[in-house]
């Protein structure tokens, strides 16, 4: 069982910046594709970013250039930096790690960001 904690969530002013920490346990990123979901009020829950074991990232449209997901190994942790916020990103963000064999998926419990002026 792996268990994913997130934290840094919180309020930002549009135009801000703010970063999302995952921290796992017991995980070889080497076996698990990580990502960071995210879900608006009345939304469904939409990936916002992943990697991969060989550093391989994947990005939403709505977030590319102005997110970025990275591993720290020796941490057992996945970074999100947040730059240029806007009003719409806006929602609970969630830690994933999917076994890349099995497909086995855990999710964190989740952190609210909130954009506002």
């Known amino acids: 069982q792996v268990q994913l904690v997130e934290s840094g969530g919180g309020l930002v002013q549009p135009g801000g910046s703010l970063r999302l920490s995952c921290t796992a346990s017991?995980?070889?990123?080497?076996?698990?594709?990580m990502g960071w979901y995210r879900q608006a009020p009345g939304k469904q829950r939409e990936l916002v970013a992943s990697?991969?074991?060989?550093?391989?990232?994947n990005y939403a449209g709505s977030v590319k250039d102005r997110f970025t997901i990275s591993t720290d190994d020796a941490k057992n942790t996945v970074l999100l930096q947040m730059n240029r916020l806007k009003p719409e990103d806006t929602a609970v963000y969630y830690c994933?790690?999917?076994?890349?064999?099995?497909?086995?998926?855990?999710w964190g419990q989740g952190t609210q960001v909130t954009v506002s002026s």
């Open positions: 994933n790690a999917a076994h890349v064999f099995t497909n086995a998926n855990f």
């Open positions: 017991v995980i070889s990123f080497s076996l698990y594709t």
């Open positions: 990697i991969a074991g060989r550093g391989n990232t």
